[in-house]
C-alpha cells in the first residue's frame, strides 16, 4: 500500500518551534521532489517549502522564508520541516506531497 503520513503536529506558543515529518509507505521518495503544504480554517491550501529529489535544492514561500527548513533523509524515506519562531498565521494543517501522492496532514495550531 502507497501512502505519505505526516507527523509531529500540536500545539506550541508563539515563538516556539517544532518539526514536522512526512514518511513514506509502498514507494520511495528519493525519487520525488517533495513539497509541504498547509491550509488554514477558510483559505486555501498554500506552497510552503519544497526539496527537489536530485540535488537537494529547495524553496521557501516569502512568509516563511528564514524560519522553516525542510530536509530529507533518503535512508529513513523521510522528509522533515523543521519550522520556528512561530506564529499565529502558521496555524494550520501541514500536508506533504510526492508527485500524485497526499497525507492527510498534521495539525500546527499556534496559541498562547
Known amino acids: 500500500q502507497v501512502y505519505l503520513v505526516e507527523s509531529g503536529g500540536g500545539l506550541v506558543q508563539p515563538g516556539g518551534s517544532l518539526r514536522l515529518s512526512c514518511a513514506a509507505s509502498?514507494?520511495?521518495?528519493?525519487?520525488?521532489?517533495i513539497g509541504w503544504f498547509r491550509q488554514a480554517p477558510g483559505k486555501e491550501r498554500e506552497g510552503v517549502s519544497c526539496?527537489?529529489?536530485?540535488?537537494?535544492?529547495?524553496y521557501y514561500a516569502d512568509s516563511v522564508k528564514g524560519r522553516f527548513t525542510i530536509s530529507r533523509d533518503n535512508a529513513k524515506n523521510t522528509v522533515y520541516l523543521q519550522i520556528n519562531s512561530l506564529k499565529s498565521e502558521d496555524t494550520a494543517v501541514y500536508y506533504c506531497?510526492?508527485?500524485?501522492?497526499w497525507g492527510r496532514g498534521t495539525h500546527v495550531t499556534v496559541s498562547s
Open positions: 506531497n510526492a508527485g500524485l501522492h
Open positions: 509502498g514507494f520511495t521518495l528519493d525519487n520525488y521532489a
Open positions: 526539496i527537489s529529489s536530485s540535488d537537494g535544492n529547495t
